[in-house]
């Protein structure tokens, strides 16, 4: 059974920097693609980053583009979600995802549905 753990949430201030963390278990053998959400209050949740275990490709939405950088340590079995210059509206719970696939043809995306296994979220609150 595959368990998502993130950790490294926190309250901080604009312009600060954080890294978030998802220890990842239980994948045996396959592909998948292991994605950064988020969901503040009041709206739907939506993709921040992910990355292929294929060939390590990244991928970022608009919104975070040169602010986030995604990556991971196989031997630690993380990803991590590095996040510069802090503004209010990342506030939100941030969520580790992973999506399996049968076959190394990956195309990444955000949709949801896709996502076969999730962490219980880490909450993350930017001040002004």
């Known amino acids: 059974q595959v368990q998502l753990v993130e950790s490294g949430g926190g309250l901080l201030q604009a312009g600060d920097s954080l890294r978030l963390s998802c220890a990842a278990s239980?994948?045996?053998?396959?592909?998948?693609?292991i994605a950064w959400f988020r969901q503040a209050p009041g709206k739907e949740r939506e993709g921040v980053s992910c990355?292929?275990?294929?060939?390590?490709?990244?991928y970022y939405a608009d919104s975070v583009k040169g602010r986030v950088t995604i990556s991971r340590d196989n031997a630690k079995n993380t990803v991590y979600l590095q996040m510069n210059s802090l503004k209010p509206e990342d506030t939100a719970v941030y969520y580790c995802?992973?999506?399996?696939?049968?076959?190394?043809?990956?195309?990444?995306?955000?949709?949801?549905?896709?996502?076969?296994?999730w962490g219980q979220g880490t909450q993350v609150t930017v001040s002004s």
């Open positions: 995802a992973a999506a399996t696939y049968s076959d190394s043809d990956i195309t990444p995306s955000f949709q949801l549905w896709r996502y076969d296994y």
């Open positions: 990355i292929s275990s294929v060939d390590g490709n990244t």
């Open positions: 239980g994948f045996v053998g396959g592909y998948y693609v």
